[in-house]
């Protein structure tokens, strides 16, 4: 059973950064070879996409993401990040990473990004 753990979430201030981590297991489980993404959701709206990345590495960005978050991944470390930049209370969310296997997706249970004016 393939398992995505975040990590990284926090409380900060508009400007601040974040970066927040997705751990695949079992082993050998690997962002390399998967198409992936990060996604988000508030309370009362659809989950979004915030930035993808294909198994060459090529990253896709919403535009509000672009110039200002960073998706990348570890393929040692079966590991995807997603850099925050200069937050604004408006990226508060909860944070979800994603990977397509075989035709399954499969998601992580979150992580909260709370960003104070």
């Known amino acids: 059973q393939v398992q995505l753990v975040e990590s990284g979430g926090d409380s900060v201030q508009a400007g601040g950064s974040l970066r927040l981590s997705c751990a695949a297991s079992?082993?050998?489980?690997?962002?390399?070879?998967?198409?992936s993404g990060w996604y988000r959701q508030v309370p009362g709206k659809q989950r979004e996409l915030v930035a993808s990345?294909?198994?060459?590495?090529?990253?896709q960005y919403a535009n509000f993401a672009k110039g200002r978050f960073t998706i990348s991944k570890d393929g040692a470390k079966d590991t995807m990040y997603l850099q925050l930049n200069s937050l604004k209370p408006e990226d508060t969310a909860v944070y979800y990473c994603n990977m397509i296997l075989l035709g399954t997706v499969y998601w992580g249970q979150g992580t909260q990004v709370t960003v104070s004016s």
């Open positions: 079992p082993v050998g489980i690997r962002f390399t070879t998967n198409m």
């Open positions: 990345i294909t198994t060459g590495g090529d990253p």
